[in-house]
């Protein structure tokens, strides 16, 4: 088996200065499509993903694990990416409170970009999802970082 870069990843993303090789990242989204299709994007880069289907789920898994950066889904039931974040920067205790965060979600407008950067997220990411979209807002916030 042939293990061909170019046919892996998306086009004109990656390089060999930005590898995304051992990042931890948490992946959190009700729908079950959208969450695997970013799991399967991000594993293609070697990323070590841990995913959570709910706002819960993904407080109880930040309290076991350390990451170097999370994705949220905006608009989930019971509690959104907004209010998940808010709780996770607000824990003292974890040491995922100050990590770069960003939202993925299919409200795209200009003033919902605006209140995601004001909640506290440092990339915004629009569904249906890219790859390389994906991809270049996590490496240009661990350039960044």
Do not use: W
């Not at 990843?9 to 990656?14: D, G, I, L, R, S």
């Not at 299919?106 to 569904?127: I, R």
Request: proline share 3%; with cysteine; hydrophobic share 40%.
């Amino acid at each position: 088996m042939s293990n061909n870069s170019e046919e892996q990843h998306p086009q004109n993303v990656t390089n060999s200065d930005n590898s995304l090789d051992g990042l931890h990242i948490l992946v959190v989204d009700d729908n079950a499509d959208s969450l695997f299709l970013t799991t399967c994007v991000l594993e293609s880069y070697d990323v070590q993903v841990t995913t959570a289907t709910s706002g819960a789920e993904a407080l109880e898994i930040v309290e076991k694990f350390k990451f170097d950066m999370l994705i949220f889904d905006i608009a989930m039931p019971d509690m959104d990416g907004f209010t998940l974040l808010k709780q996770i920067r607000n824990n003292e205790l974890t040491e995922n409170r100050n990590i770069p965060a960003i939202a993925l979600t299919a409200l795209g407008s200009e003033e919902d970009l605006k209140m995601a950067l004001k909640s506290g997220f440092q990339g915004y990411v629009n569904k249906p999802l890219d790859p390389n979209m994906l991809i270049a807002e996590i490496l240009k916030l661990t350039v960044d970082s």
